[in-house]
């Protein structure tokens, strides 16, 4: 069976592959009107005419066969692809004007990325850097770095999402691709978003990890 597989996989039983949450919708959050962009390469057109909304706890599924635009419309969003032709993006209402990372995340939204390796981590630093990265604003002081601070936040967040190392001070390439895909989802949710974009966040990590996701 499914569950047996499982079993002998990862070594013990995993009944709730999707847990069930007590999820109400809010208010929308986050939206996209007639968004179209093109590729800021060639130019050809890779987004056209895409309008959906988000609402405050709500999971949003985006799918399609591979080619169909999904990390082209997730990066687009998040800044660091399309050049945007047409539409506009709106976060509570409020029009964005969003030309890189930098932007998107001042706004509130954080992108885990489809290429953990290339674009999520920094391989050669340690988990505790990888998970304080995107937050240095937060433990920053004049011309230092709070450290017990970032120590704190990066431990609590590690338990959190079950990382398994034998410190933070280990280097994220020492890791399984399971936690280092948990380091990545870590460093944004530390960073408290309005919205979390996920692309492909179970790609190539052991169903135990997935399962944990």
């Not at 962009?37 to 799918?63: C, Q, Y």
Request: aromatic fraction near 4%; charged fraction near 25%.
């Amino acid at each position: 069976t499914h569950e047996g597989l499982v079993r002998y996989m990862v070594g013990r039983e995993m009944k709730e592959r999707f847990p069930k949450g007590n999820r109400r919708p809010g208010n929308v959050v986050f939206e996209a009107n007639n968004l179209s962009a093109t590729d800021p390469h060639n130019g050809r057109k890779v987004l056209d005419g895409i309008s959906f909304e988000v609402r405050a706890g709500e999971i949003l599924g985006i799918a399609g066969l591979m080619g169909a635009g999904r990390t082209e419309l997730v990066t687009t969003i998040f800044g660091e692809y399309g050049h945007i032709t047409g539409g506009v993006l709106k976060m509570g209402g409020r029009e964005l004007r969003i030309h890189g990372a930098r932007d998107a995340m001042g706004e509130g939204i954080s992108l885990v990325p489809e290429d953990r390796k290339g674009q999520g981590l920094v391989l050669i630093q340690t988990i505790l850097k990888n998970i304080s990265l995107a937050n240095l604003d937060r433990f920053s002081g004049f011309m230092s770095i709070d450290a017990d601070a970032e120590l704190a936040a990066a431990t609590a967040q590690a338990k959190s999402m079950a990382i398994k190392a034998p410190t933070l001070q280990a280097r994220v390439d020492s890791l399984s691709g399971g936690n280092q895909q948990k380091v990545v989802i870590a460093k944004w949710l530390l960073s408290q978003p309005k919205l979390l974009i996920m692309d492909d966040p179970t790609r190539g990590i052991d169903v135990g990890a997935k399962y944990e996701i």
